[in-house]
């Protein structure tokens, strides 16, 4: 629970970071989640094999395990999605954060991953909001941030995260996308 709690609090931080607003009298993050968080990732590409593994550390006790095998020829030819299940609006200012980790790595390296956000629909795969992460032995929670271009509806925009960079191991626990409405002027 305690863990919940944190996690909680450091969305409240992005958000409140994102959005640059003052504090309300009381943030419940969650009512901003545009998707349903959790591990249910979609993969895609070859050379990967993936597993669920249960780890108390990280929020929800469980997280997908994705070991590639060697680098792909692209990044982005091994990645994992996830589907946001609410519009977005021109405008909105937009979060998404993941908690991972890559518990192989030794300490003071990590693994890249190169695109971490939103993508549109096809064809075009436009990015909503994108950036890069690395994934680091203990868990962390990595977020990008950015505001829609456009409308997009329910089911259109995909998190998407490119895993095919390097070869290693790495644990994709919940994913988080906040709406945190219009952003300021």
């Not at 969650?30 to 993936?50: E, K, V």
């Not at 991972?100 to 075009?124: D, H, Q, T």
């Not at 925009?157 to 219009?182: E, N, R, S, Y």
């Amino acid at each position: 629970m305690m863990r919940l709690v944190t996690t909680m609090g450091a969305l409240a931080c992005a958000t409140l970071a994102a959005s640059g607003g003052a504090a309300p009298q009381q943030l419940d993050i969650m009512s901003r989640a545009i998707n349903a968080p959790s591990i249910g990732y979609g993969l895609y590409g070859t050379g990967y094999a993936a597993k669920v593994v249960k780890d108390g550390t990280v929020v929800g006790g469980q997280a997908l395990r994705v070991t590639v095998a060697q680098p792909a020829a692209h990044a982005y030819d091994i990645g994992a999605t996830a589907s946001v299940t609410k519009p977005i609006r021109k405008g909105d200012a937009l979060v998404v954060a993941v908690w991972m980790r890559a518990p192989k790595v030794a300490a003071g390296e990590s693994l890249s991953l190169p695109f971490v956000g939103l993508i549109g629909p096809a064809p075009g795969y436009e990015q909503i909001v994108a950036g890069e992460a690395k994934a680091e032995a203990a868990w962390s929670l990595r977020s990008v941030r950015g505001t829609a271009s456009q409308d997009y509806q329910a089911g259109q925009a995909t998190v998407t995260l490119h895993l095919g960079a390097q070869k290693g191991v790495i644990d994709l626990g919940p994913v988080f996308v906040l709406d945190l409405g219009q952003k300021a002027s």
